[in-house]
Protein backbone atom coordinates (compact mmCIF):
# COMPACT_ATOMS: atom_id res chain seq x y z
CA UNK A 1 0.00 0.00 0.00
CA UNK A 2 3.19 2.23 0.08
CA UNK A 3 2.24 3.22 -3.81
CA UNK A 4 5.41 0.91 -5.33
CA UNK A 5 3.66 -0.01 -8.59
CA UNK A 6 2.59 3.26 -9.06
CA UNK A 7 6.70 4.51 -8.91
CA UNK A 8 7.31 1.57 -11.29
CA UNK A 9 4.99 3.17 -14.02
CA UNK A 10 6.08 6.77 -13.25
CA UNK A 11 9.33 5.49 -13.93
CA UNK A 12 8.70 4.21 -17.10
CA UNK A 13 6.82 6.16 -18.29
CA UNK A 14 9.71 8.75 -17.94
CA UNK A 15 11.99 6.38 -19.53
CA UNK A 16 13.07 5.62 -23.30
CA UNK A 17 10.60 3.03 -23.08
CA UNK A 18 7.67 4.88 -22.18
CA UNK A 19 6.33 4.51 -25.67
CA UNK A 20 6.46 0.55 -25.22
CA UNK A 21 4.48 -1.75 -23.45
CA UNK A 22 4.79 -1.61 -19.39
CA UNK A 23 3.24 -4.71 -17.82
CA UNK A 24 2.60 -6.20 -14.17
CA UNK A 25 1.88 -9.30 -12.29
CA UNK A 26 1.13 -10.13 -9.11
CA UNK A 27 3.49 -13.26 -8.47
CA UNK A 28 1.25 -14.05 -5.21
CA UNK A 29 -2.41 -13.88 -6.89
CA UNK A 30 -2.06 -16.79 -9.09
CA UNK A 31 -0.62 -21.03 -8.50
CA UNK A 32 2.59 -21.61 -9.41
CA UNK A 33 1.72 -23.47 -13.07
CA UNK A 34 -0.26 -20.62 -14.12
CA UNK A 35 2.48 -17.94 -12.66
CA UNK A 36 4.95 -19.48 -15.13
CA UNK A 37 2.44 -19.63 -17.72
CA UNK A 38 2.01 -16.11 -17.26
CA UNK A 39 5.67 -14.87 -17.45
CA UNK A 40 6.50 -17.77 -20.46
CA UNK A 41 3.57 -18.36 -22.27
CA UNK A 42 3.20 -22.17 -23.69
CA UNK A 43 2.76 -24.32 -26.44
CA UNK A 44 -0.16 -25.81 -27.67
CA UNK A 45 -0.46 -29.50 -25.09
CA UNK A 46 1.84 -27.89 -22.66
CA UNK A 47 -0.83 -28.81 -20.18
CA UNK A 48 -4.49 -29.95 -19.79
CA UNK A 49 -6.10 -26.57 -20.78
CA UNK A 50 -3.66 -25.45 -22.97
CA UNK A 51 -5.24 -25.78 -26.53
CA UNK A 52 -3.22 -23.16 -28.45
CA UNK A 53 -0.10 -21.18 -27.91
CA UNK A 54 0.14 -18.57 -26.12
CA UNK A 55 2.43 -15.50 -25.81
CA UNK A 56 4.08 -15.05 -22.08
CA UNK A 57 4.15 -11.39 -19.96
CA UNK A 58 8.10 -11.71 -21.25
CA UNK A 59 6.69 -11.63 -24.72
CA UNK A 60 4.23 -9.44 -24.55
CA UNK A 61 6.33 -6.67 -23.04
CA UNK A 62 9.14 -7.19 -25.40
CA UNK A 63 11.15 -3.61 -25.71
CA UNK A 64 8.86 -2.18 -22.60
CA UNK A 65 8.87 -3.20 -18.91
CA UNK A 66 7.52 -6.01 -17.02
CA UNK A 67 7.03 -5.42 -13.27
CA UNK A 68 6.67 -8.18 -10.79
CA UNK A 69 4.95 -7.44 -7.84
CA UNK A 70 5.52 -9.52 -4.77
CA UNK A 71 8.46 -11.20 -6.11
CA UNK A 72 9.09 -12.88 -2.99
CA UNK A 73 6.34 -15.03 -3.30
CA UNK A 74 7.89 -16.83 -6.16
CA UNK A 75 8.04 -20.68 -5.58
CA UNK A 76 11.71 -21.43 -5.84
CA UNK A 77 12.15 -23.23 -9.19
CA UNK A 78 10.39 -19.99 -10.61
CA UNK A 79 12.87 -17.97 -9.09
CA UNK A 80 15.83 -20.84 -10.87
CA UNK A 81 13.52 -19.84 -14.39
CA UNK A 82 13.45 -15.98 -13.75
CA UNK A 83 17.19 -15.76 -12.88
CA UNK A 84 18.09 -17.89 -15.45
CA UNK A 85 16.46 -15.27 -18.12
CA UNK A 86 17.97 -12.04 -16.26
CA UNK A 87 21.73 -13.49 -16.74
CA UNK A 88 20.38 -14.89 -20.57
CA UNK A 89 17.68 -12.59 -21.94
CA UNK A 90 15.62 -15.53 -23.49
CA UNK A 91 13.45 -18.16 -22.20
CA UNK A 92 11.86 -20.87 -23.66
CA UNK A 93 7.65 -21.08 -23.16
CA UNK A 94 6.16 -23.81 -21.13
CA UNK A 95 6.18 -27.12 -22.72
CA UNK A 96 8.21 -25.51 -26.00
CA UNK A 97 12.14 -26.11 -26.83
CA UNK A 98 12.92 -22.83 -28.99
CA UNK A 99 14.66 -20.23 -27.13
CA UNK A 100 13.00 -16.60 -27.27
CA UNK A 101 14.96 -13.26 -26.71
CA UNK A 102 13.40 -10.11 -25.88
CA UNK A 103 14.67 -7.02 -24.12
CA UNK A 104 12.35 -6.08 -21.52
CA UNK A 105 13.42 -4.12 -17.94
CA UNK A 106 12.22 -6.33 -15.17
CA UNK A 107 11.20 -4.23 -11.99
CA UNK A 108 10.72 -6.56 -9.13
CA UNK A 109 8.35 -5.21 -5.85
CA UNK A 110 8.20 -6.85 -2.52
CA UNK A 111 6.99 -5.65 0.48
CA UNK A 112 8.68 -8.11 2.63
CA UNK A 113 12.27 -8.16 3.26
CA UNK A 114 14.25 -10.37 0.94
CA UNK A 115 17.26 -10.26 2.29
CA UNK A 116 16.31 -11.76 5.52
CA UNK A 117 14.13 -14.09 3.02
CA UNK A 118 17.57 -15.50 1.48
CA UNK A 119 18.79 -15.81 5.15
CA UNK A 120 15.58 -18.04 5.95
CA UNK A 121 16.03 -19.88 2.66
CA UNK A 122 12.93 -19.01 1.27
CA UNK A 123 14.31 -16.75 -1.25
CA UNK A 124 17.76 -17.24 -3.86
CA UNK A 125 20.02 -15.37 -2.66
CA UNK A 126 22.03 -15.34 -6.65
CA UNK A 127 18.46 -13.95 -7.70
CA UNK A 128 18.11 -11.29 -4.46
CA UNK A 129 21.70 -10.16 -5.12
CA UNK A 130 20.82 -10.21 -9.36
CA UNK A 131 17.37 -8.19 -9.07
CA UNK A 132 19.34 -5.93 -6.26
CA UNK A 133 21.04 -4.01 -8.85
CA UNK A 134 19.35 -0.70 -8.32
CA UNK A 135 17.28 -0.52 -5.32
CA UNK A 136 14.37 1.69 -4.22
CA UNK A 137 13.11 1.93 -0.69
CA UNK A 138 9.57 3.18 -0.54
CA UNK A 139 8.59 4.71 2.80
CA UNK A 140 5.93 3.83 4.55
CA UNK A 141 2.92 6.29 4.84
CA UNK A 142 3.06 7.47 8.68
CA UNK A 143 7.47 8.03 7.55
CA UNK A 144 6.37 10.81 4.95
CA UNK A 145 3.90 12.72 6.79
CA UNK A 146 4.65 15.99 4.24
CA UNK A 147 2.69 13.95 1.78
CA UNK A 148 -0.64 13.20 3.80
CA UNK A 149 -2.62 15.62 3.19
CA UNK A 150 -1.60 16.66 -0.38
CA UNK A 151 -2.34 13.14 -0.91
CA UNK A 152 -5.80 13.17 1.05
CA UNK A 153 -6.58 15.81 -1.20
CA UNK A 154 -5.71 14.39 -4.63
CA UNK A 155 -8.11 11.60 -3.51
CA UNK A 156 -10.91 14.48 -2.59
CA UNK A 157 -10.73 15.97 -6.27
CA UNK A 158 -10.60 12.17 -7.77
CA UNK A 159 -13.75 10.91 -5.49
CA UNK A 160 -15.80 14.19 -5.08
CA UNK A 161 -17.15 14.43 -8.65
CA UNK A 162 -17.37 10.47 -9.06
CA UNK A 163 -19.85 10.90 -5.97
CA UNK A 164 -21.57 13.87 -7.78
CA UNK A 165 -20.33 16.35 -4.94
CA UNK A 166 -17.59 19.89 -5.04
CA UNK A 167 -15.59 20.07 -1.96
CA UNK A 168 -13.24 23.05 -0.66
CA UNK A 169 -10.86 21.36 0.55
CA UNK A 170 -10.36 19.42 4.34
CA UNK A 171 -11.39 20.90 7.91
CA UNK A 172 -8.32 21.45 10.29
CA UNK A 173 -9.99 18.80 12.83
CA UNK A 174 -9.64 15.94 9.79
CA UNK A 175 -5.86 17.31 8.48
CA UNK A 176 -4.55 17.20 12.04
CA UNK A 177 -6.54 13.40 12.47
CA UNK A 178 -4.75 12.34 9.44
CA UNK A 179 -1.38 13.76 10.49
CA UNK A 180 -2.09 11.71 13.91
CA UNK A 181 -2.99 8.16 12.39
CA UNK A 182 -0.50 5.89 12.04
CA UNK A 183 -1.55 4.33 8.60
CA UNK A 184 -0.54 0.41 8.61
CA UNK A 185 -2.39 0.37 5.25
CA UNK A 186 -0.19 3.06 3.79
CA UNK A 187 -1.61 5.25 1.30
CA UNK A 188 -4.05 2.29 -0.39
CA UNK A 189 -5.62 2.87 3.57
CA UNK A 190 -5.91 7.01 2.80
CA UNK A 191 -7.34 6.47 -0.60
CA UNK A 192 -9.68 4.18 0.71
CA UNK A 193 -10.66 6.41 3.66
CA UNK A 194 -11.03 9.79 1.38
CA UNK A 195 -13.53 7.57 -0.85
CA UNK A 196 -15.50 6.71 1.85
CA UNK A 197 -15.62 10.96 3.34
CA UNK A 198 -16.73 11.80 -0.35
CA UNK A 199 -19.74 9.35 0.25
CA UNK A 200 -20.79 10.55 3.41
CA UNK A 201 -19.98 14.30 3.62
CA UNK A 202 -22.69 16.39 2.73
CA UNK A 203 -21.17 19.87 3.77
CA UNK A 204 -18.67 21.86 0.97
CA UNK A 205 -15.62 21.25 3.45
CA UNK A 206 -15.06 17.64 4.14
CA UNK A 207 -14.68 17.24 8.61
CA UNK A 208 -14.38 13.66 8.58
CA UNK A 209 -16.67 13.43 11.47
CA UNK A 210 -18.26 9.90 10.32
CA UNK A 211 -14.47 8.71 10.12
CA UNK A 212 -13.29 6.60 13.06
CA UNK A 213 -9.62 8.24 12.79
CA UNK A 214 -11.63 11.63 13.49
CA UNK A 215 -13.36 9.94 16.81
CA UNK A 216 -10.37 7.98 17.77
CA UNK A 217 -8.50 11.36 17.54
CA UNK A 218 -11.34 13.27 19.53
CA UNK A 219 -11.90 10.66 22.53
CA UNK A 220 -7.98 10.72 22.97
CA UNK A 221 -7.79 14.17 24.37
CA UNK A 222 -9.26 14.00 27.20
CA UNK A 223 -7.32 10.54 27.45
CA UNK A 224 -4.59 12.13 27.37
CA UNK A 225 -5.10 14.74 30.34
CA UNK A 226 -6.40 12.04 32.43
CA UNK A 227 -3.35 9.45 32.04
CA UNK A 228 -0.56 11.73 31.64
CA UNK A 229 -1.15 14.90 33.82
CA UNK A 230 -0.32 17.26 31.02
CA UNK A 231 2.24 15.70 30.21
CA UNK A 232 3.36 15.66 26.26
CA UNK A 233 4.05 12.19 25.02
CA UNK A 234 5.19 10.44 21.85
CA UNK A 235 2.08 9.82 19.49
CA UNK A 236 2.68 6.52 19.46
CA UNK A 237 3.44 6.39 23.00
CA UNK A 238 0.11 8.30 23.61
CA UNK A 239 -1.82 5.44 21.21
CA UNK A 240 -0.08 2.48 23.09
CA UNK A 241 -2.07 3.44 26.17
CA UNK A 242 -4.89 4.17 24.37
CA UNK A 243 -5.42 0.66 23.20
CA UNK A 244 -4.24 -0.54 26.46
CA UNK A 245 -6.97 0.81 28.04
CA UNK A 246 -9.53 -0.36 26.01
CA UNK A 247 -8.70 -3.96 26.08
CA UNK A 248 -8.61 -3.44 29.92
CA UNK A 249 -11.91 -1.74 30.15
CA UNK A 250 -13.19 -4.64 27.38
CA UNK A 251 -11.66 -7.94 29.60
CA UNK A 252 -9.45 -8.44 26.38
CA UNK A 253 -11.75 -8.49 23.68
CA UNK A 254 -10.60 -7.00 20.73
CA UNK A 255 -14.24 -5.87 19.00
CA UNK A 256 -15.08 -4.32 22.19
CA UNK A 257 -12.04 -2.05 21.98
CA UNK A 258 -12.40 -1.18 18.83
CA UNK A 259 -15.91 -0.07 19.34
CA UNK A 260 -14.39 1.95 22.65
CA UNK A 261 -12.00 3.48 20.07
CA UNK A 262 -14.00 3.68 16.85
CA UNK A 263 -11.55 1.69 14.62
CA UNK A 264 -12.19 -1.86 13.85
CA UNK A 265 -10.90 -4.85 15.51
CA UNK A 266 -8.55 -5.67 12.51
CA UNK A 267 -6.69 -2.01 13.53
CA UNK A 268 -6.49 -3.18 17.41
CA UNK A 269 -5.16 -6.40 16.71
CA UNK A 270 -2.48 -5.17 14.24
CA UNK A 271 -1.53 -2.79 17.21
CA UNK A 272 -1.49 -5.42 19.39
CA UNK A 273 0.80 -7.86 17.11
CA UNK A 274 3.11 -5.15 17.34
CA UNK A 275 3.77 -4.04 20.37
CA UNK A 276 4.17 -8.01 21.43
CA UNK A 277 6.76 -8.05 18.31
CA UNK A 278 8.38 -4.72 20.14
CA UNK A 279 8.24 -6.12 23.55
CA UNK A 280 6.12 -3.03 25.10
CA UNK A 281 2.53 -5.34 25.44
CA UNK A 282 2.51 -5.60 29.45
CA UNK A 283 -1.66 -7.71 29.42
CA UNK A 284 -1.86 -11.10 28.42
CA UNK A 285 -2.17 -12.10 24.71
CA UNK A 286 -5.52 -11.87 23.62
CA UNK A 287 -7.43 -14.47 22.00
CA UNK A 288 -9.22 -15.04 19.15
CA UNK A 289 -12.72 -13.05 19.59
CA UNK A 290 -13.51 -12.75 15.75
CA UNK A 291 -17.10 -14.06 16.76
CA UNK A 292 -17.64 -11.20 18.75
Same mark, same amino acid.
Given at each position: ?137 ? /??? +???? @? ?5 ? &?? !?? $???? #? *? ?48 ? /??? +???? @? ?5 ? &?? !?? $???? #? *? ?57
Amino acid at each position: GTGKEVVARYIHARSPRSGNPILTLNCAALPEQLVESEIFGHERGAFTDAKGVRKGLFELADSGTLVLDEVGELPLQLQAKLLRFLEERSFRRVGGTREIRVDVRVMALSNRDLETATKAGVFRSDLYFRLNVFPIHI /PPL +RERA @DDIVPLA &EY !FL $GLFG #P *LAGKAFSGLSRELADALLRHSWPGNVRELRNLMERATILETSGVVTGRHL /PIV +RMAE @DAAPAHR &ET !FD $GEVL #P *LDEAEFVLVERAMRLSSGNQSKAGRLLGVTRDQIRYRIKRYMDEGRWRLEAPEDDSAA
